[in-house]
T-cell receptor
Framework: AQTVTQSQPEMSVQEAETVTLSCTYD???????LFWYKQPPSRQMILVIRQEAYKQQNATENRFSVNFQKAAKSFSLKISDSQLGDAAMYFCAYNGGSQGNLIFGKGTKLSVKP | SAVISQKPSRDICQRGTSLTIQCQVDSQVTMMFWYRQQPGQSLTLIATANQGSEATYESGFVIDKFPISRPNLTFSTLTVSNMSPEDSSIYLCSVTRDSTDTQYFGPGTRLTVL
């Protein structure tokens, strides 16, 4: 069975600094999809970034980028120029593609200090 | 991305009663899912809502406790039956066009059972 592990329950970053959130996963599939979602206190799940496993190039979305290491089964999220609005729970998620459902890690709570 | 609404946004219910949560999408989608997020926890898939047929439940979730309907491609309901305090959670629906596409989430329903 596939699993997703986020080893950092909480992280803190100074405003305007850079922070990296870690995620590892376990799968025997070769094609799959990885996501980072953000959940602020409003509880709305917001897509941050998506990575297809067959793509070697790391995905980027403005201040958000990933470091995807397929062989190591690692998928970390880097947030540059952190803003107060980035404070939230961040969940790493895996989709094997056949059933369509997401398997989530336990989440990392990110605090941003002014 | 799709615009997804859920009703109610929150509710406080008595033990032994049932609550039906609605999920409405502004466009036709192929796949709809229901997730549960217990307090301070990650998201766990309850079931895949199938249009025109019975929902597909994950291990640990049964139809008698969580009956699901999906009468068309834009609407689904989840009922939490015979509630107990352990059912206090956030319930989220999500949608996607196909099994490999990005999932988008509704705003969630916060349920408290007394």
């Amino acid at each position: 069975a596939q699993t997703v592990t986020q080893s950092q329950p909480e992280m803190s970053v100074q405003e305007a600094e850079t922070v990296t959130l870690s995620c590892t996963y376990d799968t025997s599939e070769s094609d799959y999809y990885l996501f980072w979602y953000k959940q602020p206190p409003s509880r709305q799940m917001i897509l941050v970034i998506r990575q297809e496993a067959y793509k070697q190039q790391n995905a980027t979305e403005n201040r958000f980028s990933v470091n995807f290491q397929k062989a190591a089964k690692s998928f970390s999220l880097k947030i540059s120029d952190s803003q107060l609005g980035d404070a939230a729970m961040y969940f790493c998620a895996y989709n094997g593609g056949s059933q369509g459902n997401l398997i989530f890690g336990k989440g990392t709570k990110l605090s941003v200090k002014p | 991305s799709a615009v997804i609404s859920q009703k109610p946004s929150r509710d406080i219910c008595q033990r032994g009663t049932s609550l039906t949560i609605q999920c409405q999408v502004d466009s036709q989608v192929t796949m709809m899912f229901w997730y549960r997020q217990q307090p301070g926890q990650s998201l766990t898939l309850i079931a895949t809502a199938n249009q025109g047929s019975e929902a597909t439940y994950e291990s640990g979730f049964v139809i008698d406790k969580f009956p699901i309907s999906r009468p068309n491609l834009t609407f689904s309901t989840l009922t939490v039956s015979n509630m107990s305090p352990e059912d206090s959670s956030i319930y989220l629906c999500s949608v996607t066009r196909d099994s490999t596409d990005t999932q988008y989430f509704g705003p969630g329903t916060r349920l408290t059972v007394l």
